[in-house]
């Protein structure tokens, strides 16, 4: 009976540390997480290109006296130039990782917002970018930056595409205004599906992959405790 009852303790204290329950609290904690990375990561990228911009300048008017210099703008001379001041970095998931089911999703999903897989900004850096020297950057009419990501748990690999805010749908200004610099929402009631807009930031929000890997460690650890159940039942019924 003593051991019975040390079994039973141990299976209790073990279900209360391992099945912890993810709470609005952690997802909102998560996400400032990984705000504050992106931002930090994106202003060192910024930094470091600003840096050797300045030596290559340096070198190259070395001796010389100070002129000014034309900056190319690759912007239509029939189009306003206060339209073009805004930029986005654009990249997107290779298809290779998911699934069928998910290229069939995701297919449906770029057809419904009137836009097509840019495959010509196809990199893996696009869902957690280290070096953003391989990111392109795409010219925006609004200040506003869109990621969309889908995270299929099944095959354990996120599905993030970025860009242009109005490239993904209608932009309402006014709209977007009262959400702040920052916001997400779901897409889809079944899929892990979301989409993110940023008004001052050109990189929006990482994948999910932290959640991911929680979720799989929690399901990891609840089948050994499941056994440990039914095996007490039987000790109990016998």
Known sequence: ??????????????????TAIWTEEDEKQRIAMIINNDRRAFEQEMLSQKRVTEVITDKHNEGREPQSVPVPKSIPNNEPEKEFEHWCFHCVSPLKHMSSDMRKTIRQFLRLRRTSYPLEVATDECTNAKNFSRLHKQTCRHPYCTTISLVDHNQGVSFVMRGCAENFGAIDTNFLAKHGAHSCSTLHDHLDMRECLCSERRYCLSGHSRRSSSINRTSLFSFPLLLIAQYLALWISS
Do not use: Y
Request: net charge positive; with cysteine; hydrophobic share 65%.
């Open 1 to 18: 009976m003593v051991c019975l009852t040390n079994l039973l303790l141990l299976f209790l204290i073990s279900a209360r540390k391992i």
